[in-house]
C-alpha cells in the first residue's frame, strides 16, 4: 500500500487484484481480470488506456489505485546491441536493466533490489549498498517496460523471451517480492513466461534456496566463483557464514526438474582464482552434481583492483573441466562499452570521454591479498 493510502496495482497477484476489485472497489471479478491484463499484458500505465472499463470506474480508479512504479531515466545502447535501461523509483532509487538481444532469444537482465547487501569485493553494484528491497510491482514493471519499447520498434506483443534475475541484489534476500513477481511473470493473464525461461541467481543464501526450490520453479544459477573457502570468503563474505560445503549439499538438495542442471557461474580473475588447480579442484567439488559451468571473464570496474584472465587462460581452464566432464561455457561479455555487463551495474553517469571510461569514482577497494 503507498504511503498516500492507494495500493499498487503493480504488486498485486490476480487473486489479489480480484480481492481488491470485489472489497475496494465493489466491482465483479472479471474486471480485476480486465485490469489485470491491461497491467501485465498490454503494458498499461495510465487508468485512461483501459478503454473497455465504464468512463465512471476509469475516474475513480485513480483514487484508490495506483499504476506506473517506475519511470525510465536512461537508456543507454552498446555497439553489440546490448541495452542499458536505467529506472527512477518513485522515492528516487535509481536500478539498471540490461537487454540481451541474441538470434535466438532475447533476454533480459532484471535488479531485485536497489543496490546489494551482500558486499562482494570484485562487484561494482555492492559499492551501492543496500537501498531497498524492490517490490513485485517494480520488478515486474522493469520487464513491461522493457518489453513494451522492443515490442514498438520491432513488433510482437512480448517480444522478450527469457527473464534472468542477474541485475542489481541479491534475489533471495528479497525472496517475498521475487516470489510474487515471478507468479505475476508466469501468469496465463500477464505475459506467460515458461519457467524453463527464467533463471535466478544467488550468491547461496542456504536457506533461501531451499525455500526457492519447494516454492517456484524456475532455474537456480550460483556465483560460486572460487575453488577454496578461502579464496571464496575473501570474495563473497556471504561464505563465512555459509561455505562451499553447505553450499552444494543444499544443491544435492536441490528439487531439480527433470533434464534440469544447476549453473555454476565462476567470474575468472586474473591470478585470484583462475589457475589450474582452481580448475581441477572445481571438477572436484562438481563431480557428483547435475552442474554446468558459466566462466565469465572479469569486467573491469574503476576503483576495484581486479583483472580480467586472457582468453586463453580462460581456454584453458574450460578445456580442465572439460577433462573432467564438467560442462563448462565461457561467456561473451557483452555491454561492457556502457558499464551493463555483469558486475557494472551501478547507476554511473554515462562518459563523456568514449567507451568504457566512466567518470564517476567509487572509493576504491583493494583485490585480497
Ligand atoms: N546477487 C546475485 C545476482 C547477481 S548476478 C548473484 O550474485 O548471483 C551477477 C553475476 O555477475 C554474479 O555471478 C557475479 O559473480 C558476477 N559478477 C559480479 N561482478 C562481476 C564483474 N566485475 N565481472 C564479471 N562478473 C561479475
Redesign the pocket.
Known amino acids: 500500500m503507498a504511503q498516500d493510502g492507494r495500493q499498487d496495482l503493480c504488486d498485486l497477484t490476480l487473486e489479489e487484484l480480484t480481492r481488491f476489485a470485489i472489497e475496494v472497489l465493489a466491482e465483479r471479478p472479471y474486471r480485476a481480470a480486465q485490469i489485470y491484463r491491461w497491467i501485465h499484458q498490454r503494458g498499461a500505465t495510465d487508468f485512461e488506456q483501459m478503454t473497455d472499463l465504464s468512463r465512471e470506474l476509469r475516474q475513480r480508479l485513480p483514487q484508490v489505485a495506483r499504476l506506473r512504479p517506475l519511470e525510465q531515466d536512461l537508456a543507454q545502447h552498446s555497439e553489440d546491441g546490448t541495452v542499458k535501461y536505467r529506472f527512477r523509483t518513485r522515492d528516487g532509487k535509481l536500478i539498471e536493466s540490461v537487454y540481451l538481444p541474441a538470434e535466438d532469444r532475447k533476454t533480459l537482465c532484471v535488479s531485485t533490489q536497489a543496490g546489494?547487501a551482500?558486499g562482494?569485493t570484485?562487484?561494482?553494484t555492492a559499492t551501492l549498498g543496500l537501498q531497498r528491497n524492490l517490490s513485485p510491482g517494480e520488478i515486474v514493471a522493469q520487464v513491461h517496460a522493457v518489453n513494451y519499447q522492443i515490442a514498438s520498434k520491432e513488433g510482437g506483443t512480448r517480444p522478450l523471451t527469457n527473464l534472468v534475475?542477474?541485475?542489481m541484489?541479491?534475489?533471495l534476500h528479497n525472496f517475498d517480492n521475487l516470489k510474487t513477481a515471478l507468479r505475476i511473470l508466469q501468469s496465463e493473464e500477464g505475459p506467460h513466461f515458461s519457467h524453463r525461461h527464467i533463471t535466478v541467481?544467488?550468491?547461496g543464501l542456504v536457506p533461501m534456496i531451499e525455500r526457492f526450490g519447494k516454492e517456484t520453479n524456475v532455474k537456480l544459477?550460483i556465483?560460486l566463483?572460487a575453488s577454496t573457502d578461502e579464496q571464496r570468503s575473501r570474495l563473497m563474505p556471504i561464505n563465512r557464514k555459509w561455505n562451499i560445503e553447505k553450499l552444494l549439499e543444499a544443491c544435492r538438495r536441490f528439487p531439480l526438474r527433470q533434464g534440469r542442471r544447476i549453473t555454476f557461474?565462476y567470474?575468472l580473475m586474473r591470478e585470484v582464482n583462475d589457475a589450474d588447480e582452481d580448475a581441477h579442484r572445481l571438477v572436484g567439488l562438481l563431480r557428483d552434481l547435475p552442474a554446468k559451468v558459466n566462466l565469465?571473464p572479469?569486467?573491469e570496474?574503476p576503483g576495484l583492483e581486479?583483472h580480467s584472465t586472457g582468453q586463453d587462460r580462460a581456454e584453458r581452464f574450460r578445456e580442465i573441466l572439460a577433462g573432467g566432464q564438467i560442462a563448462a561455457f565461457i561467456r561473451k561479455n557483452r555491454g561492457r562499452d556502457i558499464a551493463a555487463?555483469?558486475?557494472?551495474l551501478a547507476n554511473l553517469e554515462p562518459s563523456t570521454e568514449g567507451p568504457g571510461g566512466l567518470n564517476a569514482s567509487p572509493a576504491s577497494r583493494r583485490p585480497p591479498s
Open positions: 546489494c551482500m562482494c570484485f562487484c561494482m534475475f542477474m541485475g541484489g541479491e534475489p541467481s544467488t550468491v544459477a556465483s566463483n557461474e567470474v565469465i572479469y569486467n570496474n581486479f555487463a555483469c558486475g557494472q
